[in-house]
């Protein structure tokens, strides 16, 4: 009898836990995720997005409900998350998601250091771009609250047809060589540079960052003075680059994306100082161009180009989910492995993956990546107070048109 009732016990036993990993294969396949997305359908970045969420589907059961909100999530996201609306995963800037957003990220650090399918036996965290991973954790202050995806990095693209044709053999590491390529370029009938109303205060940030140095640079924005030599060294530099017609004077009416699709794309200017994002932004445009990419060079006492701005996008999961692992399993499918590739490839972005290969367009802006050193903010703080980026383009402007010397846009930077 006691053996019956010990053998009815371990029955009973099996067929409790059996119970229970039914309950949780069904609550698996009964998750359904909401996905709230900075992309529209229609960009190859959403286009990926929406076929990776089916694959997960038909692999883990794990439903995605995907909302194309497109850069209205800037505006759409706040007041959806402050209201309650469920809301698992959701993405955007990696700076973004963790200064405005930070307040409803779930930490993710127990997550990074598991396993996954797609990560070949290491943590996750062993497998991604650990740069990157470092910015989540610094952001995060000192935990993971978001994890990034589509790395990208500002950097001067350039038409590698047209500095073949000049006779540009060594890409430029000074302000010299970029003005020798210049010169070259300009012989064979094409202007050297270019830039667009979106990028002129960046264009203005990156040039103050080589001439005095990233925390000079960004006092000028916190103290919003400009009254220092530095302005003035960039007008000179840039009156002598007009003039001498290496520098487009289309540049001073272009509005966004005038000057990449009308200049870069029809090879009438060969330089943009811009991100790793351009090739893929105009590539209806310019479906044959070769793409080459090197830092901005190093012009006076500041940095290098050791320095420069990179950051990515980011995935964050809402603390209120009620599936965080399983929307982090999303998050590895689509940062690893073949979707990690897809999205690099359809994109011609940066992948996420280690031992992911970069689309040929990137390959040089690849180098200036891996042998970056130093990390320099969006724009060197130009772009953070609206009324100093409304200054530098109205100013810019009038210097590039004529309708200022150096020393008047020196004088009119200086005026608050």
Sequence with gaps: MKRIALLL????????LGGCAKKAGEAEAQAQ???????????????VIARAAEAFTA???IKVDINFNGRDIR????????????????DEDIERVANTWGNYLLPLDTYVSQTYSTTGGKPY?????KTLLDLA?????????????????????YNKDLFEKAGVTSLPKTGEELLDACAKLKAIGVTGITVDDAYMAAFFGYNMDRLVGADTTLAMVRDNDFSGPQVLAFGQMMETMVKNGYFSQKAASNIYPAGQVEEIATGRVAMYLNGTWLPNEIKGNAPNMRWGAFAWPAIGAGDGIEANNFGSQSFGINKNSKYPEETFRFIVWMTTGEWDAALANESIGIP???????PDALAEAKAVVDSTTKRLPWAVGMED?????????ENFAKLIMGDFNAQQFAAAMARN
């Design 9 to 16: 016990i371990a029955a009973a036993a099996v067929l409790a």
């Design 33 to 47: 995720l909401v996905y709230w997305t900075m992309w529209n359908e229609a960009e190859p970045q959403g286009q």
């Design 59 to 61: 692999e883990t059961g």
């Design 75 to 90: 505006k759409t996201l706040q007041p959806a998350l402050d209201a309650g609306e469920t809301i698992d995963l959701f």
């Design 125 to 129: 965290g062993e497998v991604i771009n």
């Design 137 to 157: 954790r610094q952001l995060g202050g000192g935990q993971v609250k978001n994890i990034p995806y589509q790395p990208s990095a500002f950097v001067t693209m």
């Design 352 to 358: 996420m993956g280690n031992d992911s290969v970069w």
């Design 385 to 393: 107070k609206a009324e100093i980026n409304a200054k530098i383009k």
